[in-house]
């Protein structure tokens, strides 16, 4: 059982390149979600899926696509990479709403120059 | 969803408990209370959860005032390890939003 699965751990990007951070969990969670954490900052709630086929926005979505085709996987797209986008990105997990535990990623560490 | 409240940093000795304190006086009938700590850079670990009554796990234990709007989350020995931003967070039930605020950054000291 690897848990949750985050890659790249680093990456470093050029103002208006795209990627994409991989997440992957391997508990058959129904609940995925992604995070970002700046400097001194709790965590704040980009995008979020309640199962396969269904995402919904969290608190700062603008500029981040995400989809989920499968059970384990949650990908976060970054179309136009900014450097406010310079960022920790966690990607969260759990079984089920209400009295679960969610499960975190160790994060991407992202830099936009 | 309810927002809550927490001290900015607390101090305390190793081996003594740890009682960190949390507001949440606008939090609806099923959402649930949940603490989780973030130790340096590392991905958020969750600790204990509660609805209405008192929680005890093998890390801590929770506290959960009668009329629900406020919470204590207790460490009963801490250690130099304990050393971490603890967050408290309510959490809509039937939902997978877990909305963070700045926590409380506790330090143990020897």
């Known amino acids: 059982n690897a848990g949750v699965t985050q890659t790249p751990k680093f990456q470093v990007l050029k103002t208006g390149q795209s990627m994409t951070l991989q997440c992957a969990q391997d508990?058959?969670?129904?609940?995925m979600s992604w995070y970002r954490q700046d400097p001194g900052m709790g965590l704040r709630l980009i995008h979020y899926s309640v199962g396969a086929g269904i995402t919904d926005q969290g608190e700062v979505p603008n500029g981040y696509n995400v989809s989920r085709s499968t059970t384990e996987d949650f990908p976060l797209r970054l179309l136009s990479a900014a450097p406010s986008q310079t960022s920790v990105y966690f990607c969260a997990s759990s079984l089920a709403a209400g009295g679960t535990e969610a499960f975190f990623g160790q994060g991407t560490r992202l830099t936009v120059v | 969803d309810a927002k809550t409240t927490q001290p900015t940093s607390m101090d305390c000795a190793e081996g003594r408990a740890a009682n960190l304190p949390c507001n949440h006086s606008?939090?609806?009938?099923?959402?649930?209370v949940y603490w989780y700590r973030q130790i340096h850079s590392q991905g958020p670990q969750y600790i204990i959860h509660?609805?209405?009554n008192n929680e005890t796990n093998e890390m801590a234990s929770l506290i959960i005032t009668e009329d629900r709007k406020s919470s204590t989350l207790i460490l009963p020995h801490a250690t130099l390890r304990d050393t971490a931003v603890y967050y408290c967070i309510v959490r809509v039930f039937n939902t997978d939003k877990l909305i963070f605020g700045t926590g409380t950054r506790l330090q143990v000291f020897p």
């Open positions: 606008t939090i609806s009938g099923n959402e649930y």
């Open positions: 508990m058959n969670h129904e609940y």
């Open positions: 509660g609805l209405k």
